[in-house]
T-cell receptor, first 112, second 116 residues
Framework: GQNIDQPTEMTATEGAIVQINCTYQ??????LFWYQQHAGEAPTFLSY????GLEEKGRFSSFLSRSKGYSYLLLKELQMKDSASYLC?????????????FGSGTRLLVRP | GAGVSQSPSNKVTEKGKDVELRCDPI?????LYWYRQSLGQGLEFLIY????????KSGLPSDRFSAERTGGSVSTLTIQRTQQEDSAVYLC??????????????FGPGTRLLVL
């Protein structure tokens, strides 16, 4: 079966750094996405990784290791507005179609 | 429009009634997706459209669920004989095309459905 695991909740302090991990087991791999979702709002795209390594985009970075089925999202200089859920999603090919499955999300609470 | 829009934003219905949810994708986007999100859960894939055709309906949970897309634009998701377990947020997303499964999806604000 296909599976994505993320921690349910994390708490961090404003100005600090937090790392949100994601592990996956899928029948194939065509890329991994991170989305941010504030409470009551739609998910918004943060990053996409298809090759191993670190992709940096401002305060946010995303890392991928395909051999380990592992990714993390790194948030630096945390701000209160970063309090949100962070969804990991994996794209893969199955049954003659690309599939995109989402993890349950990690709720991040940033405290002053 | 500037983004994906969905209507209604909230819908309360009685068990057994039919509901229709509407999605207006970003103009020019050929790919359209429907997802369901229960409280505190991740996104559950329902159906994917490329133009007006639906090459992947594998996520529809039962034959009470159906969707169509006309003119390569607006899509409606219909739930017949609603059940309480259908209560969730229904999210629509669109992308410019289906680039080998690597496309970024742009999400609408969702329709919050409550079945009493």
């Amino acid at each position: 079966g296909q599976n994505i695991d993320q921690p349910t909740e994390m708490t961090a302090t404003e100005g600090a750094i937090v790392q949100i991990n994601c592990t996956y087991q899928t029948s194939g791999f065509n890329g991994l996405f991170w989305y941010q979702q504030h409470a009551g709002e739609a998910p918004t795209f943060l990053s996409y990784n298809v090759l191993d390594g670190l992709e940096e985009k401002g305060r946010f970075s995303s890392f991928l290791s395909r051999s380990k089925g592992y990714s993390y999202l790194l948030l630096k200089e945390l701000q209160m507005k970063d309090s949100a859920s962070y969804l990991c999603a994996v794209s893969f090919w199955m049954d003659s179609s690309y599939k995109l499955i989402f993890g349950s999300g990690t709720r991040l609470l940033v405290r002053p | 429009g500037a983004g994906v829009s969905q209507s209604p934003s909230n819908k309360v219905t009685e068990k057994g009634k039919d509901v229709e949810l509407r999605c207006d994708p970003i103009s020019g986007h050929t790919a359209l997706y429907w997802y369901r999100q229960s409280l505190g859960q991740g996104l559950e894939f329902l159906i994917y459209f490329q133009g007006n055709s639906a090459p992947d309906k594998s996520g529809l949970p039962s034959d009470r669920f159906s969707a169509e897309r006309t003119g390569g634009s607006v899509s409606t998701l219909t739930i017949q004989r609603t059940q309480q377990e259908d209560s969730a947020v229904y999210l629509c997303a669109s992308s410019p095309s289906r680039r080998g499964g690597r496309e970024t999806q742009y999400f609408g604000p969702g329709t919050r459905l409550l079945v009493l």
